[in-house]
């Protein structure tokens, strides 16, 4: 991803340390192949389990009938990761 990216919004100037601009062209490519891999355990996990994990673009979708304590676990889980990418209970 991108560091140090600088931008102005409302006649201010930003210091944009992690990430990508949106609306870029590059983010979209870069987004995708941040989610190919960051995905590759978790439909693992979830075709192991007779679940169903879906994505679009940089959204996963996971489908499983678990307890409440092995969801927060799971989410738990996936959250610790190096690419600053979260999940979050819908």
């Known amino acids: 991803m991108v560091q140090n990216k600088y931008f102005s919004y409302n006649d201010k100037y930003y210091h944009q340390v992690c990430g990508s601009a ?3 062209p590059l983010t ?8 190919f891999f960051f ?3 978790i439909v693992k996990q979830i075709n192991n389990s007779n679940g169903l994990c879906l994505r679009y673009i940089d959204d996963i979708y ?5 307890r409440k304590i092995l969801v927060m676990k799971f989410k738990f889980t996936l ?12």
């Open 79 to 90: 959250n610790c990761n190096e690419l600053e990418l979260k999940m979050y209970n819908v």
């Open 22 to 24: 949106m609306g870029s």
């Open 62 to 66: 996971v489908l499983r009938s678990m």
């Open 39 to 41: 995905e590759q355990d």
């Open 28 to 35: 979209l490519i870069i987004a995708n192949c941040y989610m």
